[in-house]
């Protein structure tokens, strides 16, 4: 891990070196220690910025569920068929998660062992919510496949998407974000779509 430098640390560095060591190590195996030795500026200067761990820790994980909640106010996730939004939103998820990879990671990981935890949960839970109600709309449109439970098919969508923080690495190696969207998308809607 490297270390940050005094003279450029500000406190949206001091956040993603947050979200790296909780990342790393867990939230709740991490120590303001183990933070301000990461950072490479004292215990007290985090506190200056803020209350302790738990801080970091919600401004992190509303870095991602505020990124992924704005997708739901994008036109096209507004407008038009359900299950055009629907796709739309798929595809948007996937880049908002490789886009904020290490901050959506750690949201995946939260546990609810606090209260910002439990919170994170809740709007996560709300977020999920949102999309199946999207997919239903689909059902009853009858725009996708009517045999497929919709929990069920809800759970196996995000559970693909939400697996990409487990393999993908932005190295420029691999398959852009707009690639990987593409994949998920063209997966998911080639076994849901109804066929014409």
Do not use: C
Request: net charge neutral; proline share 2%.
């Amino acid at each position: 891990m490297t270390t940050a430098k005094r003279d450029t640390y500000t406190p949206e560095t001091l956040l993603s070196v947050a979200v790296q060591v909780f990342n790393e190590r867990g939230y709740d195996g991490t120590s303001m220690e183990h933070l301000s030795k990461a950072a490479g500026i004292s215990k007290s200067s985090i506190y200056h910025h803020v209350a302790g761990k738990e801080e970091l820790l919600k401004r992190a994980v509303s870095r991602a569920l505020d990124e992924l909640f704005a997708i739901l106010d994008e036109e096209p996730a507004r407008v038009g068929r359900a299950a055009d939004r629907l796709e739309y939103v798929v595809r948007r998820m996937v880049e908002v998660l490789i886009a904020e990879l290490p901050y959506v990671t750690l949201l995946l990981r939260v546990r609810g062992n606090t209260g910002t935890e439990r919170w994170a949960l809740d709007r996560r839970r709300d977020f999920d919510h949102r999309v199946a109600e999207l997919l239903k709309a689909a059902a009853a449109d009858g725009d996708v496949r009517g045999d497929v439970e919709v929990r069920l098919a809800t759970r196996l969508v995000f559970g693909m998407i939400n697996s990409i923080v487990e393999w993908y690495r932005p190295d420029g190696r691999g398959m852009s974000e707009r690639e990987v969207a593409e994949a998920v998308a063209h997966l998911v809607f080639g076994g849901l779509r109804r066929a014409s």
